[in-house]
């Protein structure tokens, strides 16, 4: 089969994703003709999660065009804040993003996590049976097309990480609400009804107590807590900044 020679120019923020030699404007690509757009963009390793506007010609387009010899195309990144349509905002991490699913339920913000490797088609369906966007940096994983919606998370820094999903998809951020282990929804509670889980310091030392619905779980403000609201106040800092941008 003869080959479709297309230009494509991949943005800028998703040059980490191609070789070098196409991170420098529009380069030549050869297709069979016949593949869809979207393949040849998942071609070159970029995983259509990252995905935004498809344009070609100066007409955006669906992923499912297929290229016609001398089209040029420009692959732009997602739009931020990246809208998920259909469904309650809620995360599904992988066995590799603990502390970031520990840091979004933080916050309030509805993170699923996997603690152990249950693979890429199980995340994938649970993805879709809840409705979750996954959070991942596997590129294999991304692309598998049972997936709600997905999201590569860039850094390996948690800190950057959460800035990056927070300023990616502008969640409701409701700090203290829920339990950083298991993800179920805090309630307050009596010292008497979490007296099991404390230690004679703590017993003495404390009067506000909250506890988890799902799993009973404890909290209180501990000598962590400092660290904690640190990173609580960062993140509702950076949500204040972008409104300010942004109105």
């Known amino acids: 089969m003869n080959a479709t020679e297309i230009r494509v120019e991949v943005a800028p923020e998703l040059h980490l994703f191609v070789p070098s030699a196409r991170r420098v404007g529009a380069t030549a690509l050869g297709t069979d003709g016949v593949s869809t757009l979207g393949h040849v963009i ?6 259509l999660t990252e995905v935004g506007a498809l344009v070609v010609d100066g007409r955006e387009v669906p992923v499912s065009h297929i290229p016609r010899a001398g089209e040029s195309v420009r692959v732009r990144a997602v739009a931020r804040p990246q809208r998920v349509p259909g469904a309650p905002l809620r995360f599904l991490l992988d066995v590799h993003l603990g502390t970031l699913a520990r840091r979004l339920r ?9 603690s152990t490797d249950i693979g890429d088609p199980a995340l994938a369906a649970r993805s879709a049976a809840e409705r979750r966007v996954m959070l991942s940096r596997d590129r294999g994983l991304l692309r598998r097309r049972e997936l709600w919606a997905g999201a590569c998370i860039y850094s390996t820094q948690p800190e950057e990480q959460l800035q990056d999903v927070l300023g990616r998809f502008a969640p409701e951020l409701r700090p203290w609400t829920r339990c950083t282990a298991c993800n179920g929804l805090l309630r307050a509670a009596t010292k008497e009804e979490v007296a099991d889980q404390l230690k ?22 501990g000598a962590h807590h400092d660290q904690l609201e640190a990173v609580v106040e960062r993140a509702l800092s950076m949500r204040t900044q972008g409104s300010t941008q942004g109105g």
Not at 42 to 47: A, I, M, N, Q
């Open 42 to 47: 998942e071609s070159l390793g970029v995983p």
């Open 106 to 114: 933080l916050l309030g913000v509805d993170a699923a996590y996997e």
């Open 200 to 221: 004679g310091g703590t017993e003495r030392s404390y009067d506000v107590f909250a506890q988890c619905a799902s799993c009973g779980r404890a909290y209180w403000k």
